[in-house]
């Protein structure tokens, strides 16, 4: 039985290690900013989901179990969809271009409000 | 077994480490430094679980959870910042 565990720790350190190198794969290579909120708001999320459900496995196989890595993964999994949301409301206030789109000024789409000012507009 | 699996996740977060890094260098706009900057935050989250697992004590979670709100809170403020022109009104 705890031979199992320990297989299922190393796995889920080594898938969680993985998925959050990838999310910051996406961060360096995706070509416009709003790709590239796609890798840190979701792989890394999930990655570091991983790790921390490794290591409550790790502690409670030593009898040492504690709570401390349910708040992180929870406070994690809480703040990390609302920081990407503000991350894309900023985006799109200041105009950043979409891939295929060559600037601010080719913008085009249901919400572009071109008459909007653009300081400080109340929402 | 566990040794190997936690030099392997070491590598790749030190890797994920060096990617986030390298955006948070090169840009282009504000905002991607400030995701750039937040991946860090979650990336040096994990790196304190794996260390805690590495020496096997539980201090390291008091660390990550305090990386981990004020990264939070340093990304909020930045895009308040940046989507108002002001942090706190």
Known sequence: MSGFVEVLVAVLIVAGAAFAFLGSLGLARFPDFYMRLHGPSK???LGIGCLLLASL????????ASLHEVLITLFVSLTTPVSA???ARAARHRRLPARGESG???RVDATARPDAPSG???R | MLTVALDVASVL??????????RLLRGPDPLDRALALDTLYVNATALLVLYGVRLGTGH????????????FLGTAAIAKYLLRGDVAE
Request: net charge negative; aromatic share 10%; no cysteine.
């Open chain 1, 43 to 45: 792989a890394t999320t």
């Open chain 1, 57 to 64: 496995a790790h502690f409670a196989l030593r009898g040492e």
């Open chain 1, 85 to 87: 949301h503000l991350l």
């Open chain 1, 104 to 106: 601010p000024a080719a």
């Open chain 1, 120 to 122: 400080n507009a109340p």
């Open chain 2, 13 to 22: 977060l030190a890797g994920a480490l060096l990617l986030a890094g390298w």
């Open chain 2, 60 to 71: 390291f979670y008091e660390a990550a959870l305090i990386v981990a709100i004020l990264g």
